[in-house]
Nanobody, 127 residues
Framework: QVQLEESGGGLVQAGGSLRLSCAAS????????MGWFRQAPGKEREFVAA????????YYADSVKGRFTISRDNAKNTVYLQMNSLKPEDTAVYYC????????????????????WGQGTQVTVSS
């Protein structure tokens, strides 16, 4: 059973930075992809960023491109989301997710392409 545990959320002022971590366990993570999503109060869960375990290729939502960086540490089965230049509209619960499919180049921004989800970590950006 795949388990995902997020950490690193918190309260930060606009313009500040946070780094989220997602520790994955339960199976080998040598291929396939991981993603970060977020959900603000009253809104649908939305895609933030994704990365492939094997090649490290990445994919970002337009709203975070240039500000957020997703990375992975294969030895630790951990994925990170470095968030810089944070804005109040980035306030949300951030979820880590493990992809449903394998592959050495695959990434996805679709919720349905993810099979496992973490509990989420709150990120609050004050103005």
């Amino acid at each position: 059973q795949v388990q995902l545990e997020e950490s690193g959320g918190g309260l930060v002022q606009a313009g500040g930075s946070l780094r989220l971590s997602c520790a994955a366990s339960g199976r080998a993570f040598s291929s396939g992809y991981m993603g970060w999503f977020r959900q603000a109060p009253g809104k649908e869960r939305e895609f933030v960023a994704a990365i492939n375990w094997a090649r490290g290729n990445t994919y970002y939502a337009d709203s975070v491109k240039g500000r957020f960086t997703i990375s992975r540490d294969n030895a630790k089965n951990t994925v990170y989301l470095q968030m810089n230049s944070l804005k109040p509209e980035d306030t949300a619960v951030y979820y880590c997710a493990a992809g449903r499919y394998g592959g050495t180049w695959s990434v996805s921004g679709r919720l349905d392409d993810y099979a496992y989800w973490g509990q989420g970590t709150q990120v609050t950006v004050s103005s």
